[in-house]
């Protein structure tokens, strides 16, 4: 007997997918390669693995992971609350115990009549029907060639710079402008510049700061395109002052003189409330980035939205290949979720599941699209991140640059308290918008 639907993957995401269809009424078949077959970063043959960290970051309302959770919860997902019921102690991070979290998970999952568990490792796809690909970070370079053609639609690593909070720059120790452009209202870059002992001060401090340990699966040997700030730097003293950091055509209009390196700032979002430090990547831990990216002229007083990264992520060109229901453009019936699509962190790939699951429920109860998320929100920020269009679509953690919020008033709230605000707006609101896709899906009788 066929499902309605089948997944590929058992990971995070495509166990959300799958109890979101199966608690609408709809059977599941969710295919999955352990435990006959791991990757070398798997240590247990049960579901939704936690790979790497077993914390699940912050809780609190006002960072824009503890909202992301908040709205899970609200709008019913399994994997969370099975986080929660699992939690260990860890101050205000939510964190579990991964061995409990995933027999819970698979256990749910096994004892759901409408649910299907296929031990597979999948090599041709399935015929034309529903079909959700969440095979994760690790997924075989062969698979996605067979799934979207084209090896160019695809990368093996990413490469995230450094966020920063905007109110958190110095202002008077940068200036705006773009390269070789004299239009200085207008430009999108902020510049940090350096002197020359400030900058070969940074170079040595960045050369000897900790890195984050590879892990056994990932490969040293990095892409040009994408290599970590320090590996650049350990190439030669200058070759960061001839590359990202280099001061061409950016002349300091406060001195008429070229600094002797720039390191640039681009604006994240519209609002201007976070800025990217440009070529950044690295594999720099959290607090050496803080410490060694603080001596960055303007930066000294930096609060680190997301820190830089460099792993092995296989990801997809989500903005080119999907539409916003995160379908392939190419092959509608196939829908692609979890870090596959560019999503970043465990919280981030349960939100990418549980939207391709109830997208597909609206299209199979009334062939009809899901009503996406609000912008106000982290889960429609989500949504908003696999659509944007840019040269270099690059995974990432929910950040409150996704969220669309109004303007602060930064002499009557402050930060914090105005995000605790925004995500208090977002919760309501994420309550209409489920409702609105119980009535296009409504839940199955016992749920």
């Known amino acids: 007997m066929s499902s309605d639907a089948t997944i590929i993957g058992a990971g995070l995401a495509g166990c959300e997918a799958a109890w979101q269809l199966a608690i609408r009424g709809f059977s599941v078949t969710l295919v999955d390669m352990k435990p006959a077959h791991r990757t070398p970063a798997h240590q247990l043959d049960t579901a939704a693995e936690l790979v790497c960290s077993n914390s699940l970051r912050g809780s609190a309302l006002f960072s824009a992971a503890g909202l992301l959770k908040a709205e899970l919860r609200q709008a019913g997902s399994l994997l969370l609350s099975v986080a929660d019921e699992t939690a260990v102690p860890a101050g205000n991070a939510l964190a579990v115990d991964r061995h409990r979290f995933s027999n819970e998970v698979q256990r749910r999952l096994l004892a759901h009549p409408r649910i299907t568990w296929r031990t ?11 079909l959700i690909v ?22 093996y690593y990413d490469a995230i710079a450094p966020l920063v909070a905007a109110d ?13 452009e004299d239009d200085l209202e207008s430009a999108a870059y902020v510049n940090c ?21 590879l892990h056994a699966f990932e490969d040293p040997v990095f892409f040009e395109g994408c290599l970590p700030v320090e590996e650049m730097a350990r190439r030669g003293k200058d070759t960061l002052a001839h590359g990202p950091l280099k001061p061409v055509g950016l002349v300091d209009p406060r001195t008429g003189k070229r600094p002797f390196a720039v390191a640039q700032l681009r604006q994240e979002d519209a609002a201007q409330t976070a800025f990217n430090i440009v070529g950044f990547q690295t594999r720099l831990t959290q607090k050496a980035q803080q410490e ?88 429609g920020g989500i949504a908003r991140h696999t659509q944007q269009a840019v040269p270099n679509y690059q995974p990432s953690n929910i950040v409150w640059a996704m969220i669309e919020t109004p303007q602060r008033n930064k002499r009557q709230i402050g930060k914090r308290d105005f995000r605790k605000q925004c995500a208090e707006r977002a919760v309501g609101l994420i309550a209409d918008w489920q409702q609105s896709v119980n009535q296009l899906a409504p839940l199955a009788p016992g749920h």
């Open 134 to 155: 969440a095979t994760g970070p690790l997924t075989d370079g062969r698979f996605l060639e067979t799934l979207l053609g084209d090896d160019s639609a695809f990368s």
């Open 168 to 180: 958190s720059i110095d202002w008077t120790r940068v200036y705006r402008k773009d390269r070789y």
């Open 120 to 130: 597979e490792r999948v090599a041709q796809l399935p015929p034309e029907a529903p």
């Open 292 to 379: 060694v990216f603080r001596m960055i002229p303007g930066l000294e007083n930096a609060v680190f939205e997301r820190h830089g990264q460099v792993h092995r992520n296989t990801f997809i060109d989500a903005p080119r290949l999907l539409d916003p229901q995160l379908r392939l453009r190419q092959h509608p019936h196939i829908r692609i979720a979890g870090q596959l699509s560019g999503v970043e962190g465990y919280v981030e790939s349960m939100a990418s599941g549980l939207l391709s699951g109830l997208s597909l429920a609206c299209e199979l109860r009334h062939n009809t699209t899901m009503p996406l998320p609000p912008p106000q929100t982290a889960l």
């Open 193 to 213: 510049p350096f002197e020359k002992d400030a900058y070969y001060a940074f170079v040595d401090a960045l050369l000897a700061a900790d890195k984050t340990p």
